[in-house]
């Protein structure tokens, strides 16, 4: 990215920012001038602190927050804290997520409820917690996933919940253009991170085949249109899912 983009003054919260695309958001945006809050979700081993704790180490002027985003009362508090101690928000990134994988036969109760309380309704807490303390010129951008097009076999959680993702993103843009905030989403494809690493071999396999672009995307990717959306640049475009696959999924 070249210095057109240039995020001097600009809050910017991105939920789930301890691994992954999270923390290539949160070390981007910093990089180009924002105050950034790393949020992460505690465990009993404190690894995720440890690694919250670990991006915020490389940045300037971070807070780290711990919420469970699917919590309604941790966001509230979260965002409570970020209205105090920073005085209002500028940018909402919605990347907190998981997956659980399973045909519809197998999936369990607990699973499917698991992946839609963080990944849809965790958005929507984040969305309805943020939405007063937007600035005008704000943004909200909401990581859906290339699942939510196309229904991948075994994905009817995560599938699902980035499908109303996608809808609650153009809810909230036509709610939000009034506070002049635009909302949009990014639906990745196939990104190399802990999320992917995990997948079979042979799934994973099997995507690549399928990549016109020949090659696993990078969050580097997603940190470029994340950057771009979030930009000035980007100010007449509200509701928009921009699919950054390399080519595995091409909308209409
Ligand atoms: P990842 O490496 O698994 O990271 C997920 C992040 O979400 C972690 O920081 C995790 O925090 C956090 N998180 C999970 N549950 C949370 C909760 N309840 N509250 C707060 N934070 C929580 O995943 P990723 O690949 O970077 O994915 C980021 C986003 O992109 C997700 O929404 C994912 O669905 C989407 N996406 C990814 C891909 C891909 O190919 N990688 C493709 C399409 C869409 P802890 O470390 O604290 O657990």
Not at 121 to 145: D, E, Y
Not at 207 to 212: K, T
């Amino acid at each position: 990215m070249s210095d057109w983009i240039d995020f001097t003054g600009k809050i910017v919260l991105v939920t789930g920012s301890s691994r992954g695309i999270g923390a290539g958001l949160v070390e981007a945006f910093n990089r180009f001038g924002a105050r950034c809050v790393v949020n992460y979700v505690a465990d009993p081993q404190g690894r995720n602190e440890a690694e919250a704790r670990q991006v915020a180490a490389g940045l300037k002027n971070v807070l780290v927050i711990e919420a469970d985003v699917s919590n309604p009362a941790a966001v509230a508090a979260m965002f409570d804290r970020v209205q105090r101690e920073l005085g209002g928000l500028d940018i909402l990134i919605n990347n907190a997520g998981i997956i659980r994988d399973r045909s519809i036969k197998k999936i369990s109760a607990d699973d499917w409820n698991a992946v839609l309380n963080i990944n849809l309704n965790g958005t929507f807490h984040c969305i309805q917690h943020a939405s007063p303390m937007l600035r005008p010129g704000g943004r909200v951008l909401n990581l859906a996933s290339v699942a939510g097009s196309l229904g991948l076999f075994g994905q009817a959680s995560y599938a699902s919940s980035k499908a109303a993702i996608m809808a609650l993103t153009r809810v909230a843009a036509r709610e939000l253009a009034r506070q002049q905030v635009t909302v949009n989403a990014i639906a990745p494809g196939f990104i190399d991170t802990d999320m992917t690493r995990a997948m079979p071999e042979e799934v994973a396999k099997k995507f690549l085949e399928q990549l016109p672009a020949g090659r696993i995307g990078k969050v580097g990717d997603i940190v470029d249109a994340a950057l771009f959306l979030c930009s000035p640049h980007a100010d007449y475009i509200t509701g928009q899912v921009l699919h950054v696959n390399g080519g595995f999924h091409m909308a209409g």
